[in-house]
């Protein structure tokens, strides 16, 4: 079996760093994007998005002649499709979102044009259970002269397996070296396959499952996490409540030995911990409580996050009684969807903020020391400040991203001010 041209179809935030590192091991590569401007930048050996060390990686394999970008796929040997799954909008307030496969079945659908007997097709994409015989049928649809796992099991032409990723955004480039990899081929020979493409590179042990339970497993990392932050933000509101520091509460509890309790926020964000569990929940809706329910408490929390605002607003309005809303600075510190990083997708930060900046404060000033110039989406009003200007000019400072350098921030400098920490820094 020789697998020696890898096709990876989707080169966003995972897709260029796996590329990137078949590459690296000096295998020909095909990228291949819809995205003109993103294989363009990559020919030119650039990178579009920020992952650390990713940079000098896709530099020296397009230099070297190893990594290619196109916008339609080639043929190769093996093709891992690495493409967005979002969900569709949700038309009422209640009702369940359902998954966007869109994506996988467009990219399967021209996939299927270059196939030819032997290839190995391999989805990475986070996605509900029953994907992966899905995307055989779409391939065979297109290809009624080649054979297909779903309908000639180990007898087919074309292998397909279920392969997720599992790499955490600002450590992908380790992690995708060291993790151990699921490899959930629809036969032993598809499993069998795929293994000699991951080992390629891949250091970790690659675990072999079915299909489905390889959907599943990936799915349940996610909403596992989901979960245990749903218990921490629930907890945090209690102990507002009961007037304790939730902090200082679970650093006693995780005292005990088997006890491991996550770290309360503003809200869950990201494309995929806020995202994934839905893929459970619409699925089998009626045996999905606690995950549907922990959706919930994390999706509630911006909301309590805002509530928590209005009244310190209302406290420093009947402290200040000649004042009025429009007299008050209101600083958002953070806006990026987790600390130290610059994606602002899915951010309970950014979302919180936005709200905010309807309540009319005299001033809103956001401080995200990770980017340069403010989203489209936060009205024009709201000023991108640095941190000693935002403590100069405050009245009220919401902390609501951990970043490095809002722990370096001294207590002093946070003096005469309302305080509203939703990560416990400033504590
Ligand atoms: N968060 C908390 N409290 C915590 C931990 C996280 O509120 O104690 C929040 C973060 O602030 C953020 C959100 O949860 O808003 C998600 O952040 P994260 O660091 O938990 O996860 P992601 O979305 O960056 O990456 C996750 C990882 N999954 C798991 O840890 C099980 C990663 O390994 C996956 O590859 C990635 O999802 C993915 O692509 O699915």
Known sequence: MSLNVISVIGLGYIGLPTAAMFASKEKKVIGVDINQHAVDTINSGKIHIVEPELDVIIKKAV???????????????????????PFLPVTDQGLI?????????????SVAQVLKKGDLVILESTSPVGTTEQMSAWLAEERSDLTFPHTHCEDSDIRVAYCP????????VRELVENDRII????????????????????GDCVVTTARTAEMA?????????????????????????????WRLINLANLHPRVNILQPGPGVGGHCIAVDPWFIISKT????????????????????????????????LSEHKN????????SCFGLAFKPNIDDLRESPALNITKELAALNFGKLLAVEPNISSLPQSLPERVELVSVPSA?????????????????????????????????????
């Open 63 to 85: 230099d070297g002649g190893f990594l290619r970008a196109a916008t339609t796929p080639e043929p190769a040997d093996a093709f891992l499709i690495s493409v967005p799954t």
């Open 97 to 109: 979102p359902e998954p966007d496969l869109s994506y996988i079945k467009s990219a399967a659908k």
């Open 165 to 172: 990723e599992r790499v955490l955004p600002g450590h992908v």
């Open 184 to 203: 959930g081929g629809m036969t032993n020979m598809c499993s069998e396959a795929s293994i000699e493409v991951y080992r390629t590179f891949v250091e």
């Open 218 to 246: 990936k799915l349940t990392e996610n909403a596992s996490r989901d979960v245990n932050i749903a218990f921490a933000n629930e907890l945090s509101i209690i102990c507002d409540k009961l007037d304790i520091d939730v």
């Open 285 to 316: 809706p009626d045996e999905s409580r606690l995950i549907h329910t922990a959706r919930q408490v994390n999706d509630l929390k911006p909301h309590w996050v805002i509530d928590k605002v209005k009244l310190a607003v209302a406290e420093f």
């Open 323 to 330: 004042k009025t809303i429009k007299d008050v600075t209101l």
């Open 391 to 427: 403590l100069n000019q405050s009245d009220i400072c919401l902390l609501l991203v951990d970043h490095v350098e809002f722990e370096l921030i001294s207590k002093s400098d946070l003096e005469n001010k309302i305080i509203i920490d939703t990560k416990g820094i400033w504590s």
